[in-house]
Every structure is written in structure tokens, then in C-alpha cells.
């Protein structure tokens, strides 16, 4: 009934947008979502049959296993989906140009990616073999001519020579990548995110007049969407749950990294500056987190990824607040960045919007302080910690 409905709301909004972007984006937010739909309920089977879950332990706060293997189901329904609308499209229009060979060569480091993060989720990773293998799959989107080669004026700097850039690029997908693995320590929270960046990437990108693009971002949602809800309000009637784990966020880290390098080096359509901004802006509260994190960790002479509790989501729940509304008060940070960057672009230096950015940052962070000892609230919330890294 559900894909029936799909198929009408397709072929009407086809009629009234002939060259079936639009159309093609419904299609592939529909596959990805009952695909992801009826994916769940498997991988909980699964997990839960093999013991493949993540335990309750003294520096996780939830009572109950739940499975870390949401996130297997993401990399392969997405490229599913894309492929299968790409493959309509061109049945319907066989004018349409096939994707570049650019695209095809993204999905090399989304397996390496992948399979790292499956390996991790059900035995475990050192973290210096992550380290390398987002290392490898950045070196790969390099390779395949996606680098970042212009900052727009930001410090004063505009065009970057490639001895610059490519590393730069590959400094910029690490961190990306590892930033959403690192904020994924409460229920919706990565997965939120991720809903923010690539909403704004996918419109951008329909109204730029690209159909990959939107596509990708189109089965991205799809995925994320029924994802969420098993994540935060479970499903069944015992409410099972599961988390993405480090699959499912390094894999959104780096499709996110993608998106942002393109939209950097898309000129043409708006100032590089106003571009930069588009691109930079959903990746501010888990890129500043990660800074933040790790600096307060090496001012204490710790190493940077060694985990501890205080990201920006263990200091709001340490101040009181419930797991949820922790959640609602960062995305609804994140938005205010992405909406008030977005107004700000056309008319302030890019150098004052990241100053501005900054500054908000400082301020915020410093209204809710690390507190010794969590308050008691706190410790009846239920963080989602699939396994080995989070709270890194």
C-alpha cells in the first residue's frame, strides 16, 4: 500500500515537474526508507539471536543491551536506491548522462569505510587502524579530483596551490568522519545531525540543478528516517532500540565529507564565500565538539581520544537535562548556526562568520561547565555507546 502510494505521489509529482528530478528524489527517499523499514527488525533479530549487542558497563549509562548494528544496512540500501533510481531515470530519459567517473570511484573509500566499520562493531578496531583506513579512503576521494581548493577569503586566503589542498582535504574528511563518530553518544543525536546536513545539501543541490547529488541526498534521509525512530522511540511492543555504531556514523562522516568538498569547489552559481559557508555550517557543533573535547583533554595531559564525559552532550546531562531535550537543544543549535550562517553569507566577511561561529561556541560551552560528579538526573539517562570508541 505504502509503495503504491509512493509510485501515484511519483507520477503526479512527475507531471507537474517534467524532467522528473523532483520525482526521482521521491523515489529514492521511498526505496531507502522501506528499505531501511524492513531491514530493522532483521538486524535486531539478528543481534539479539547472536548476542551481537552493546552491554551495559560502568561508563555507559543505559540498563539493557541493545544492538550496535543499525548502521550495516545504511552504506548498502543507499547505494540500492541511488542505483536504482539512476537506472529508471535513464530507462525514462535515455538522454540523461550517466554519472562521472568520480562517482564511481566515492564508493572505493565508503566500503573501506564500511567494512572497517562492521569489523569494529562486531570484534573490535585498534584505533591507529581506523586512524588508517580514514586516512586511505580520504587519499581516495583526493585521488578521484574532489579536494577542497579555494577557502573563499576565509583568513584572507582564496585559491589553494594542490601541494596545500589535497592534505588539507585529507586533515578535513578525517575529522569529519571522525566528529559524527565521536558525537554519537546520545539517542538521535548523530542521526539528527545528519538529517540537518544532508536536508540542506539535498535542497541545495535540486536547486542547483544537479540530480546525483539530491538523489544521494534523497536515499540518505530515507535511510536516516526510519533509522531515527527505531533509535529514539524503538520499535515492537517491548520498544526495542538500536544504535548506528560506528558503521553507520563514520559512514555518515564521510558521505557528508563528500557532499561539503563538493559543494566548496561548486563556483560558479554562488560566491566561493557563500558556498564555503553552505558547506561548513551543519558540520559546526560536531567539528567545534571534537576541538573542544580534545583540547580540554590534552590542557589535562591526556591523550585526545582518550574517552571521558565530556562532550557537549554529557555536560548538558550532567547539568539535568533529559536525554531528549538534550537532543532538541543541540540540533536546535546546529539549525540556528546553518540559518543564521546562511542569511549572514552574502553579507559579512566569511572570516567574521567563523570569528561570530566561534565566539557563540565559547559562550554556550561555558554556560554548562564539566561537573565531577553527574547529578542524579543524570544518571538515569540512556546514552547510546555502540561498543568501543564513543565518548572518544
Known amino acids: 500500500m505504502v509503495l503504491l502510494l509512493a509510485v501515484a505521489t511519483a507520477v503526479v509529482v512527475w507531471l507537474l515537474e517534467p524532467s522528473g528530478r523532483l520525482a526521482g528524489v521521491l523515489v529514492a527517499f521511498t526505496i531507502s526508507a522501506m528499505m531501511m523499514y524492513q531491514a530493522i527488525p532483521n538486524i535486531l533479530a539478528i543481534s539479539y539471536r547472536k548476542k551481537l549487542y552493546d552491554q551495559p558497563d560502568g561508563r555507559r549509562i543505559h540498563k539493557t543491551p541493545i544492538s550496535r548494528l543499525g548502521g550495516v544496512a545504511f552504506l548498502p540500501i543507499i547505494c540500492c536506491s541511488v542505483i536504482l533510481t539512476v537506472s529508471l531515470y535513464v530507462m525514462i530519459f535515455p538522454s540523461y548522462d550517466l554519472p562521472s567517473i568520480r562517482s564511481v570511484v566515492w564508493i572505493c573509500p565508503l566500503i573501506i569505510i564500511f567494512m572497517v566499520g562492521v569489523i569494529d562493531d562486531l570484534i573490535g578496531v585498534r584505533a591507529q587502524i581506523k586512524l588508517l583506513t580514514q586516512i586511505i579512503a580520504a587519499v581516495l576521494l583526493v585521488w578521484s579530483g574532489l579536494w577542497i581548493d579555494n577557502l573563499g577569503g576565509l583568513f584572507g586566503i582564496h585559491n589553494l596551490p594542490a601541494a596545500v589542498g589535497m592534505p588539507f582535504t585529507v586533515l578535513f574528511v578525517v575529522t569529519t568522519i ?13 542521526a539528527g545531525l545528519s538529517v540537518i546536513a544532508f536536508t540542506i545539501y539535498g535542497v541545495y543541490c535540486y536547486l542547483t540543478g544537479s540530480l546525483l547529488m539530491p538523489l544521494l541526498a534523497a536515499a540518505v534521509l530515507g535511510t536516516l528516517v526510519p533509522y531515527w525512530y527505531a533509535n529514539v522511540r524503538g520499535i515492537g511492543s517491548r520498544h526495542h532500540r538500536l544504535f548506528m555504531g560506528d558503521t553507520g556514523s563514520q559512514t555518515m562522516g564521510l558521505i557528508i565529507s563528500i557532499f561539503a568538498i563538493g559543494l566548496i569547489m561548486d563556483g560558479g552559481r554562488m560566491p566561493v564565500r557563500q558556498n564555503l559557508v553552505l558547506a561548513l555550517s551543519p558540520l559546526i557543533v560536531p567539528v567545534f565538539d571534537l576541538i573542544h573535547v580534545a583540547v580540554l583533554r590534552l590542557s589535562k595531559g591526556k591523550h585526545p581520544f582518550m574517552p571521558d564525559m565530556t562532550h557537549i552532550h554529557h555536560r548538558l546531562m550532567q547539568k539535568g537535562f533529559a536525554p531528549r531535550r538534550t537532543v532538541m537543544i543541540i540540533l536546535g543549535l546546529s539549525a540556528a548556526y546553518t540559518f543564521l550562517n546562511m542569511i549572514l553569507a552574502p553579507l559579512l ?22 561537573t565531577n560528579k553527574p ?6 539517562t540512556t546514552i547510546s555507546q555502540p561498543k568501543t570508541i564513543k565518548n572518544v
Open 349 to 370: 566577511d566569511v572570516s567574521l562568520i567563523v570569528v561570530a561561529d566561534i565566539a557563540v561556541w565559547c559562550v554556550f560551552n561555558s554556560k554548562y561547565v564539566i
Open 178 to 190: 571522525n566528529a559524527m563518530n565521536m558525537i554519537d553518544g546520545v539517542d538521535g543525536l548523530a
Open 375 to 380: 547529578t542524579q538526573k543524570a544518571t538515569q
